[in-house]
């Protein structure tokens, strides 16, 4: 498999509506978002100095939105790394398959909402970072 540039992995900015009430933001399927939704999850009560993430996946495209709080998103293609901060609740990260990540960094009171393009599927998880390494040689 040939490595995934990192660019692939970029920020969206979602519709911000804002009110003196509160504030609101919105994803639409293929719209704000490129791909189909099938499942979406988050994370939230990490305790310090705990990540998450450590894997990779071979076809799932997903958008990370940090709903409340901050966290860093650390991007590995196997011969570079990236690291972005996501902060804010109207901006998510969209990663392409073929991308290890690790989130790290919690913030207290941090959540992260994640909107995925498939169900879930663990033959298309990659959990040792050796076998990444391996599955983009191909073998």
Known sequence: MKKTDLSQCTIFDFPKITDPRGNLTFVEE????PFPVKRVYWTYDVP????RGGHAHKKLHQMLIAVSGSFHVVLDNGEEKRTILLNHPWQGLHIVPGVWRVLEDFSSGAVCMV?????YDEQDYIYEYDDFLKYLQGQ
């Open 30 to 33: 293929n719209r704000s978002i």
């Open 115 to 119: 909107i995925a393009s498939e169900y």
């Open 48 to 51: 310090g100095g705990e990540t």
